[in-house]
């Protein structure tokens, strides 16, 4: 059942489509406009698996730097990268302690850093400078970048198989839909 709304000079009129949610502005269209500028579903599917393994790498500062060479080395699509590197940037941070204390543990510094905490870098900042903070924390970060790297792998492997089909399907609908359209014009 539709309804219709009278305006102010009596005139019925349908309501227009209903309000894009934020989900939909922010992630979905600009997804939907990178299907439509001729990317395959195979490489899509790469970009956004990449796009996670490297939205989730315990580093700051060079995620953009290092996802865009690979993007580029691999004549994948760098916005769509980006984007999917972005919008887990909440969950990055969740992880970055954890995967630090892990990274420390593994390579043999795990009682420094067990348990560190964002406070207790800042301060450590502040009064002893970057050296010091550095000095506890690259192995804690190399240990991090080596259960990323190994847990990147299959994350990576997983997301293209489970998501080029996905996007095929959904190419070929857009596809048939556009060509319905067509018709229609």
Known sequence: MTTTSTSATGVR?????????WIQRRLTDPFLSLLKAGLSPGSLALTAGLGVAFGLAPTFGVTTLISTAVALRLKLNVAAMQLVCHVLSPLQILLFLPLLRWGATLLGHGREVAHLNL???????????????????????????????VAAVPVVFVLYVSLRPIFRRFITRHEEAEAAEAKTS
């Open 13 to 21: 009129a349908a309501p227009g489509a209903p309000p894009r949610t």
């Open 119 to 149: 406070g207790q870098i800042k301060t450590m900042v502040k009064a002893d400078g970057w050296g010091q903070v550095l000095h506890l924390l690259w192995r804690a970060e190399l240990g991090a970048l080596l259960i990323w790297g």
